[in-house]
C-alpha cells in the first residue's frame, strides 16, 4: 500500500475537526478531591466543623464538631488528612467527663493555628452562655484553658490568630464584642492577658460573623445585619487598624446588601435555615501582587425569595474601608438551585483563595447537596474562579435524620462549614449524611463529619507538544524555546525547553484553536523547587547522549540515588516507575513526573511532563479564564476570547503568548554549556504557520501512517491523550511516542504517594513507638485503596519483612529498639502484581529517640 | 366546625412534629418578650419583627392550675424583659423552635425550659435530653429535683 499524504491529510483534518465538533474546548475542573475522609465514624451526628492547618507544618490538621451527645468531636490528622486520630478515646474533647480536655462545651467550635504553633480552640460552654478558649501546643494531642469569657448572652465566637495577636468576637446580648491579647511565642506564658470587652459600634442586632487579621496587623470583623429576619440584610464590617492598640474598632461599614437574612428557610435547609454566612481570609503572601487584601465571601439570592442563592466574593485593599462591586459570582452552575454555607481560606504562601460551599445544582428537588470547591489565584485586578468542582463523593441529604426515628432530628447541616488552605491543599469539612465512605455507623440517617483533600489541577506538557492546562484545557503549544509552564507566588516554577521538528507536513488542526503549525517537542525541564534550582536536560555539551539526560541541582551534577534526594520543606526528587522517570515533589505539594524517551533516529531526548495537584495557576499550563481560550499573560492580562481569523490566533498565541511566556537570562532555571544560553534555544520564527516544516541542515522526518499510529497508540485509552498519541507517531514517523504516552498514562492513573507518621515523637530509649505507612493514589483518577506491601527502613536500612497493606491502604511497624539520637524512617510501597497503582517511597519521617531518664529497661510492651 | 377541627390537628401535629426537634447548637436572636402565649410560647420582638417561640424540650399542661402557675412563672421571667432565643429549627410557617433564656441583668441568665421543669411546672419531653439540645443530661437532673422535692405536677397533691 502506497501512502497518499495528501488525501491522508485530507481525511485526517476532517476527523481532527469532527473531534472539534465533538468535543469542543469545554473547561474541565481544575480543582478536584480524592477519597472523601470520614473523621468521625461516630454514633449519632457530627456536625458545624471547623477545621485548621498548622501553618508550619503542612501535614498536621486538627477538626473540631459539634457532637450531638457530650463534648465535641474532635481529631488531628499528622499526614495530611489521610487518616485521622483521636485526642481522647472518647474521639471527644470539652465532653463534661475528663477536665484535662477542656470545660465542658455546648457547641460551635472555632479555630486558629498561628506560626507560632499555638493551635487556639474556641467554643461556646454548656451553659451557653460562657465564650471558652483553649491552647495546644502539640497539635491537638493536649489542652490548657486559656481563657473564659462570661456568663453573658453569648454565642457564636470566632477566634483568629496571626501577626503577632489572637482576637475571638462574638454576639453578646444582640451586641458584636470582641478581645484581643499579644502572642510573643508558643505556649500560654508567650499569650498575654486579653484586653478589655471591645463593644463593636454599629452592631446590635448583627451578628453570625467572622473575623481576621491583616498582615500590617489590623483587625477586622464583619456580622450580619439585621440578624433575625428572612432577608434582606447588610454585611457590616468594622476594622480596628491598631490592632492591640487603644483605639476602639470604628465604625461599621455596609461591605454589602443581601437578600440572604439570617434566618432564611431554603429546600435543603428548611428548618436549621441558612444565614449569609460572611466569612473572610487575607491574602498573607507578601509576594502577592495583592498582599494585604482581604476578601469577603458571602451567600446571596439575586430574587429575594427565590431560592437561587449564590457565593458571592468582594474585596477590600484597604482593611475593609471599601469594597470591590460589583461582586464576583464563584458559583458556575446554570441552575436555580441553592448554593449555601460557603467557607473561604486563603494559601498564606502563594495568596491563592479557595471558596467551598454546599451545592444543590444536582438536586432536581433543590433538597440534597454535594460539597464543591474552587480555587482563584491572586493574579489580574480581580480574582477569577475556576471551574467549580465536586469534592464530596456522596450526596448528602438536607433532612439528615430523615427519616426520622423516635424524634431525633437534627439541625440539618448546621450553621457552618470548615475550609483549610495551606501549601496547595484545601480541606474543607461538612456535614455528610451519604455514607459514601461506608463507615457511618448510622449509615445514611445522621451526618459524621466528612472532609476531603482538595488539589489543584492535573497538568501535562506532552509529545509534540500538547498542553493540558490545570483547568483542563486542551491546546498545542508548539514555540521553540524555554517557556515558564507553570509558576505560583509561593516560589514554585517549571520550565521547559522545546525544540523544532522538521516534518514535512501537519496531519490536522488544534482541536481548540483550528491551527496547524509545524511541531516542536520538549526537550528538558528545569524547576525551582523550594531553595534549590534543578534541571533535567541532555548532556549540555551538545554531544547527543542515548545514557540519559543530566540532573543537577543548583548547578552540581547529581546521581540519583535509590533513596532520591532531599530538598527540604518537603522537596525531593526520586526515581518515577518510567525508566529515566523522576518525580519532583515540591514544598507545596506539586507533584512533576518527567517522563524521558530517545528518539534513536533523531538522537534527540524528548519529555513528557505529567503534574499533579498543583496550587500554581500561571504559565503556560495556568488556568484559562472563562470565555477565554489561552492562559493570562504574565502580569495577568487576560489573551481575552478567541479571535475569528485563524492569522490572527497564531499572532496571538505564537507571538503575544509565547514572548511573554519565555524565560529570560535571569529567570532562566536551566543550566548551560559554557558560552550558550536561553537565546541558543530560541527560535521566534516557530512554528512556521503551516507546513513545509523546514530546518536548515536538518532532513525532514518521515511521517508514519494513521494505521500503524493508531496501532501504536491502542494502549492509550483516554480521548485526549490518544488523538495525541496517534497525530505525534503520524507527524514524527516515531512509534516510540505511544510508548512515552503509555508511560505518562500509567503514571497519571497509578502514581501512588507514601507517608509515615509515628505515634509519638520523641520518644526514650526502650520504649515503643509504631510507625504507620499510608498509601493512596497520588491523583484523583483512582479512587481506589492500593494494595500491596510496603518496606520500612530506618536511616537507609531495611528493617524487618515487607508488611502488607490494610484495606484502608495502611501497615505498621513496631519498634522499642532504636538507638539514642535523630532516626530517618520511611517506607516503599510495592504494588500487588497487576495492580494498576505504582511504587512510591515516602519521604523521611524524623524520629527522635532520647536516652532514658527513667531507668525503664529496653523491650518489653 | 368540621374546618376549625381540622386545624386543631394540623397545628397539633405541626407542634408534635416539630417541637421535638433539638436546639442543639444554634443561633442565637436576642428581643423583647412582648407577650406569653403559654408557658412554652412567647412573642419574641426582635426589633425588625417578632417571632412565635416554642420552647423546646418540655410539656407543660395546657390547662388548669399548673398550666397557669407555669404561664405565670415565664411572665415573670421574660415578659417585657430582654430575652435570647436559641434556634432549634424554624417552622414552615415562621415559628420558632429552641431555646429560650433570659438576657436580664436583675435575674441573670436563666434557661426558661429547665426552670421550668426544675420548678416542676414542666416536664421533660420523652426521648434523650441530646435530643433537645441538653447533652449532659440537664433536663433529666431538673425534672429528678422537682420530683426530688416534690416541687408542681410532682406534689402529693395537686391544686385544684
Redesign the interface.
Known sequence: MTYKPRLSVFLQAVVFNMLFLLTGSALHAQVSGGVDRNMSKMA?YQ??CAIIKNPTNKLQLFSLC??????LFAARSPDGGLTWVYPDPSKTIAN?INAALGP?A???PSLAWDTFGNLFITYLD????NVVTLLSIDGGQTFATLAQFG???D??PTVTADSGQVWIVW?Q??QMVARGAAVTGLGTANVGAFGALQTIPGT??C??GDIAIAPDGAVVQVCES????TGPASLLVNTKADGLGPNPFGAAVTATTTNVG??K?IPAQ????I?AEAGFAYDRNPASPHFGRLYLVYTEEKVLGNNDTDIMVRFSDDDGAHWSNPPILVNDDATTRSQFLPRIASNRLSGNIAVCWHDARNSATNTTMQEFCSIATPTGASPTFMTNAQISDGTSDGNGSNPPV??????QF??YSGLAYFQGLAHPSWADDSNSTGDNPDGTTRYDAYTDRVTGGAAAHEGDPHLTTVNGVHYDFQGAGEFVVLRDYGGLEIQTRQAPIATTFNPGADPHDGLAPCVSLNTAVAAQVGQHRVSYEPNLSGVPDPSGLQLRVDGTLTTLGPQGIDLGDGGRIVKSAAPGGLEIDFPDETAAFVTPAWWASQSKWYINLDISHTPALEGVLGVIAPGGWLPALPDGTPMGPMPGPLHQRYVDLYQRFADAWRVTDITSLFDYAPGTSTDTFTLRSWPLEKPPCVLPRVKPVEPATQVVAERACSRIRAKNMHNDCIFDVVVTGNPGFADTYNLSQEIQVGATTTTVTDDEDPTQIGEWVTFTATVAPDGTAHKGIPAGTVQFTVDGSKVGEPVKLDSKGQATWETSRLHAGKHLVAASYMPSPGSEFLASTSPDEIHTVRRCPCGRGAGGK | MRSKWAMKGFIGCLVLL?G????????????KVTEVRSADTVVLD????T?IVHIIGIDVPKEGPIANKAKEFVAKLVLGK?A?M???????NGE?FG?L?T?DPDI??K?VGLELVRSGLAQRQ???D??FGY??GELSAAERQAREAKRGLWAPSQPQ
Open positions: 449519632n456536625n458545624e459539634n457532637n450531638a451527645t457530650g463534648g463534661g465542658a455546648c457547641c460551635d454548656s451553659a451557653v452562655s456568663p453573658g448572652s454565642d457564636q454576639n446580648s444582640g446590635s442586632g451578628s453570625f439585621p440578624d433575625g429576619t439570617g434566618f428557610p428548611s428548618r436549621r435555615t444565614d423516635a424524634g431525633q432530628l437534627d439541625i448546621g450553621d | 416539630v421535638v426537634l433539638p436546639a442543639f447548637a444554634g443561633d442565637s436572636l436576642y428581643g426582635h426589633g425588625k419583627g417571632y430582654h435570647r436559641r434556634l432549634g429549627s424554624r417552622a414552615e420558632m431555646q433564656f438576657d441573670g441568665i434557661d420523652k426521648g434523650q441530646y435530643q447533652k449532659y
